[in-house]
């Protein structure tokens, strides 16, 4: 005879994509029982206020770890088809590439020589060009937004069958939303220390964002999903962050993701402002540019560790300069992005494992705690997977819809 289930306290630290996807799960569950399973998520300072708010939304079967994408892939389709994704989060196929372009000079910099201080560009490790297999060779004809005297040749590494996308705060909202109509509760409040009892976890302690009053929340289960500061909330946690920039541009275009590889010219220099400053680059620059259905065109830089993570997403100092960068990089070879404005400038940090590897889902060796973080830059497209499979060890007992013994944080703890 099946034993009665017991009442559940289940705590989520962070209203990230990761946490957010983990309470949807939960909620869906077949085991959840809303009269006596309790999730909350606790929330620091707002859902999706971090990486899941700024990222691109690419979704791939080419991802990595290669044990969870096509699990997460497929959920994702599937909860686009039951909640209307397509509307509520912009999830749609698109086809997805590598351009290899010369940029060209306009605006501010036009005629003007500069110096160049040669840096090499820091790639998110999202792929590795020379590894990404090149399926077919030329450029679309659809493929119209970048001028055809710029674009030197093209790649394609994903097809609409093998690549998708969402709006990842649309998308991480959505979750939360979701979660809570179904009796999920968001607290927003800094987690401060995860506390237990023998070998067991015990609760929560956090201050409460408005009152700055410190609370303790008992929990039977907590989930560690803090993504850059799951370190802040449990020093073990091997989690590292690095900072990266990226743009919104308004540019109505074909529904590509593009991976480029641009060549300056010599003299190429920074507009904005009427001065042309020294350009932080060498001669080659791979900004990504994703086109969104809602009529812009996503952008993002380089990686750098220049400043470390601060307390909070809210204290996350976004570095003008480097927005620009981008921008000029990306109009230096497409006109609709020349001519749009720019509708956000902003940085986040992106989670990763020490030493790689990740991301890190399941128990810690403390009952009742688990991980759910490290996800680098496939965290939106495998939230999905982390979700299911962290509702599975917390109803079930172990991972059922994937074999993860390589996401195991106890390896790497
Ligand atoms: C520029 C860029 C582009 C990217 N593009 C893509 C992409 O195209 N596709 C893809 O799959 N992935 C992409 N990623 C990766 C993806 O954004 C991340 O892997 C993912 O967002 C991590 O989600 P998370 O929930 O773990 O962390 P976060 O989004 O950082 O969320 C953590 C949350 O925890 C909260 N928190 C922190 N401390 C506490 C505390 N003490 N108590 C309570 N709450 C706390 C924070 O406020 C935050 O809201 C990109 C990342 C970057 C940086």
């Given at each position: 005879?099946?034993?009665?289930?017991?009442?559940?306290?289940?705590?989520?630290?962070?209203?990230?994509?990761?946490?957010?996807?983990?309470?949807?799960?939960?909620?869906?569950?077949?085991?959840?029982?809303?009269?006596?399973?309790?999730?909350?998520?606790?929330?620091?300072?707002?859902?999706?206020?971090g990486?899941?708010?700024?990222?691109?939304?690419?979704?791939?079967?080419?991802?990595?770890?290669?044990?969870?994408?096509?699990?997460?892939?497929?959920?994702h389709?599937?909860?686009?088809?039951?909640?209307?994704?397509a509307?509520?989060?912009?999830?749609?196929?698109?086809?997805?590439?590598?351009?290899?372009?010369?940029?060209?000079?306009?605006?501010?910099?036009?005629?003007?020589?500069?110096?160049?201080n040669?840096?090499?560009?820091?790639?998110?490790?999202?792929?590795?060009?020379?590894?990404?297999?090149?399926?077919?060779?030329?450029?679309?004809?659809?493929?119209?937004?970048?001028?055809?005297?710029?674009?030197?040749?093209?790649?394609?590494?994903?097809?609409?069958?093998?690549?998708?996308?969402?709006?990842?705060y649309?998308?991480?909202?959505s979750?939360?939303?979701l979660?809570?109509?179904?009796?999920?509760?968001?607290?927003?409040?800094?987690?401060?220390?995860?506390?237990?009892?023998?070998?067991?976890?015990?609760?929560?302690?956090?201050?409460?964002?408005?009152?700055?009053?410190?609370?303790?929340?008992?929990?039977?289960?907590?989930?560690?999903?803090?993504?850059?500061?799951?370190?802040?909330?449990?020093?073990?946690?091997?989690?590292?962050?690095?900072?990266?920039?990226?743009?919104?541009?308004?540019?109505?275009?074909?529904?590509?993701?593009?991976?480029?590889?641009?060549?300056?010219?010599?003299?190429?220099?920074?507009?904005?402002?009427?001065?042309?400053?020294?350009?932080?680059?060498?001669?080659?620059?791979?900004?990504?540019?994703?086109?969104?259905?809602?009529?812009?065109?996503?952008?993002?830089g380089?990686?750098?560790?220049?400043?470390?993570?601060?307390?909070?997403?809210?204290?996350?100092?976004?570095?003008?300069?480097?927005?620009?960068?981008?921008?000029?990089?990306?109009?230096?070879?497409?006109?609709?992005?020349?001519?749009?404005?720019?509708?956000?400038?902003?940085?986040?940090?992106?989670?990763?494992?020490?030493?790689?590897?990740?991301?890190?889902?399941?128990?810690?060796?403390?009952?009742?705690?688990?991980?759910?973080?490290?996800h680098?830059?496939?965290?939106?497209?495998?939230?999905?997977?982390?979700?299911?499979?962290?509702?599975?060890?917390?109803?079930?007992?172990?991972?059922?819809?994937?074999?993860?013994?390589?996401?195991?944080?106890?390896?790497?703890?």
């Open positions: 005879m099946a034993s009665e289930p017991r009442p559940r306290n289940i705590v989520i630290v962070g209203g990230g994509i990761i946490g957010c996807t983990c309470s949807y799960f939960l909620t869906r569950h077949p085991s959840f029982d809303p009269s006596i399973h309790k999730i909350t998520i606790i929330e620091a300072t707002a859902i999706a206020s990486a899941s708010g700024k990222a691109g939304g690419l979704l791939a079967l080419w991802a990595y770890p290669a044990n969870i994408v096509k699990l997460s892939y497929q959920l389709a599937e909860l686009a088809q039951k909640h209307d994704g509307k509520r989060w912009g999830y749609r196929a698109v086809h997805c590439g590598s351009l290899r372009a010369k940029g060209r000079i306009f605006g501010d910099a036009d005629g003007k020589t500069v110096g160049n040669g840096e090499e560009w820091k790639k998110l490790p999202k792929t590795d060009n020379k590894k990404a297999k090149s399926i077919a060779a030329g450029i679309p004809k659809d493929l119209d937004w970048f001028d055809a005297e710029a674009v030197k040749g093209y790649s394609e590494m994903g097809t609409p069958s093998t690549t998708a996308q969402v709006h990842p649309q998308f991480t909202t979750m939360a939303d979660a809570k109509e179904a009796g999920a509760k968001i607290i927003l409040g800094s987690v401060t220390a995860v506390d237990s009892f023998g070998d067991g976890v015990k609760g929560v302690t956090y201050e409460d964002k408005d009152t700055k009053h410190i609370h303790t929340l008992p929990a039977t289960d907590v989930i560690l999903a803090a993504g850059p500061w799951t370190s802040h909330v449990y020093p073990e946690a091997p989690i590292e962050a690095m900072r990266a920039h990226s743009v919104v541009i308004k540019a109505d275009v074909t529904p590509y993701a593009v991976f480029s590889e641009i060549d300056l010219p010599k003299d190429f220099g920074r507009t904005g402002g009427g001065d042309v400053k020294k350009k932080r680059h060498g001669l080659s620059v791979s900004p990504e540019m994703y086109a969104r259905p809602d009529g812009t065109v996503y952008a993002c380089e990686g750098d560790t220049l400043i470390p993570l601060p307390k909070t997403s809210d204290l996350v100092v976004c570095d003008e300069d480097r927005c620009q960068d981008i921008i000029d990089y990306c109009v230096s070879i497409s006109t609709p992005m020349r001519e749009g404005d720019v509708l956000a400038r902003q940085a986040c940090y992106l989670p990763s494992v020490a030493g790689g590897g990740g991301p890190l889902i399941g128990e810690t060796g403390t009952k009742g705690l688990f991980m759910a973080t490290g680098t830059c496939w965290g939106i497209q495998n939230s999905c997977a982390t979700g299911k499979l962290i509702s599975e060890f917390v109803f079930d007992g172990k991972a059922k819809s994937a074999k993860i013994d390589s996401l195991d944080p106890r390896r790497f703890l």
